[in-house]
């Protein structure tokens, strides 16, 4: 009986380890390619547990770095930027004046102005009129005016609020644009199976019938 017990215990165990993947296994670089519409990626696992992705639509392409890790068959990434840590704006002056409106200036990564920035005047989540900036990047808002907060747009940079609160009275924004070609992973599954990995990724890219990478090197 005790023969019996320990060899299927080993036979549990077994099952379990052959479960779980070595992460030598998975170090290499893996590609996939959509023949004929110009849409390709790869991605490479590499021995210190980082990562590059890269990818391709027509003239669009992006590179994702991180870190990854290994669960059962699963291979999970986590890039290096995450949208948490994403920087909407700066505030490079904040200063008293002795005036009676809020003097704004609004300027880009590069501290070039970005004329006819858009300001929502808000209480709670109500807007209570929208105001814009001249060609110069310059605003002029009254003080008296009834508002709790301002939320700034500009096409193409990060939205965001600032409550009345803390604006004194001369005031000179940074806007940030937006990155949009950066492909941010937090907790990315992929399904090791042979020397190849399925991953959401190339479903969300187009609907094709291969939805996985192949082992290149």
Avoid at 13 to 28: A, R
């Amino acid at each position: 009986m005790k023969v019996y017990y320990l060899f299927f215990l080993f036979l549990i165990l077994g099952c379990s380890s052959s479960e779980q993947l070595n992460y030598s296994t998975v170090v290499g670089k893996y590609s996939y390619k959509a023949a004929g519409y110009g849409i390709g990626s790869t991605v490479e696992f590499k021995k210190d547990k980082t990562f590059t992705y890269t990818w391709v639509t027509g003239l669009i392409n992006g590179t994702t770095e991180g870190t990854w890790s290994v669960s059962g068959k699963k291979i999970i990434l986590n890039s290096e930027r995450k949208k948490s840590d994403v920087i909407k704006f700066k505030i490079l002056d904040n200063s008293d004046n002795n005036s009676d409106f809020y003097s704004f200036k609004f300027l880009d990564e590069n501290k070039d102005i970005l004329p006819k920035v858009i300001c929502l005047l808000l209480n709670d989540s109500d807007k209570i009129k929208s105001v814009d900036a001249n060609f110069d990047g310059e605003l002029q808002l009254s003080k008296a005016e009834d508002f709790q907060k301002l939320r700034f747009i500009f096409l193409g940079f990060h939205e965001f609020e600032i409550k009345k609160e803390d604006l004194k009275g001369n005031v000179t924004l940074m806007m940030i644009q937006k990155e949009t070609h950066y492909q941010y992973f937090e907790n990315e599954v992929m399904i090791f199976k042979g020397n190849k990995i399925h991953s959401d990724l190339i479903k969300k890219t187009r609907n094709v019938k291969n939805d996985f990478f192949t082992k290149v090197d």
